[in-house]
């Protein structure tokens, strides 16, 4: 089994250690070319818009939204989960709409632009997860499909639908493997 991380911008080195630190292999996306293969796909934090663009011009869009259509399973984090979504409050800006989510970035406002928190995610079990959000994203609707996950002073930051995950938080920068070993479990 090989995971993609898509390498465009962002924390891609940091997802594929916590992957190898999970046991699993994988591998940088930077061309359509380099997605044969794959059993799942990252879409890591960063920036989404410019993650958008660079996406289009690799032309990317339309062989994962192909992929994924067909099982490929997406965990999308910070700017990924923008990239999953549905709908982007108030931006046209260029997505997957693999998801039935709605979503305002930079959410928190500038006043916490980053923070840490310890959630409670009843699926990773009873140990709160520590989360980093940084300029964090959080989805204000969901469709019928969606399952949340977890929420935070209840802003919805973690759901998933099927195959699909999405969540706010940065899980590749603390450590904890569970969401990555969740994703791997419950997803593929
Ligand atoms: N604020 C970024 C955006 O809107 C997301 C931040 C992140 O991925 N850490 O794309």
Do not use: W
């Amino acid at each position: 089994m090989r995971i993609g991380v898509l390498a465009l911008q962002g924390a891609f080195r940091e997802h594929q250690k916590i992957l190898a630190e999970c046991g699993v292999e994988s591998t940088q996306i930077r061309k359509n070319t380099q997605l044969d293969g794959i059993s799942a796909l990252i879409i890591p934090g960063g920036e989404s818009t410019t993650i958008g663009k660079l996406m289009n011009e690799f032309e990317l869009f339309e062989p994962i939204i192909k992929m994924s259509e067909d099982g490929l399973p997406v965990l999308g984090t910070c700017a990924g989960l923008i990239m999953l979504a549905k709908e982007i409050n108030g931006s046209q800006q260029a997505r997957l709409n693999l998801m039935d989510i709605s979503v305002e970035r930079n959410a928190f406002g500038r006043q916490v632009d980053s923070f840490e928190t310890d959630l409670d995610i009843p699926v990773l079990g009873a140990q709160p997860y520590r989360a980093v959000f940084i300029r964090a994203p959080y989805i204000t609707g969901v469709g019928g499909n969606v399952q949340v996950l977890a929420k935070y002073e209840e802003k919805i930051v973690l759901a998933r639908q099927g195959r699909f995950m999405a969540a706010a938080f940065h899980p590749e920068l603390t450590g904890d493997l569970r969401l990555h070993r969740y994703f791997i479990e419950n997803c593929l």
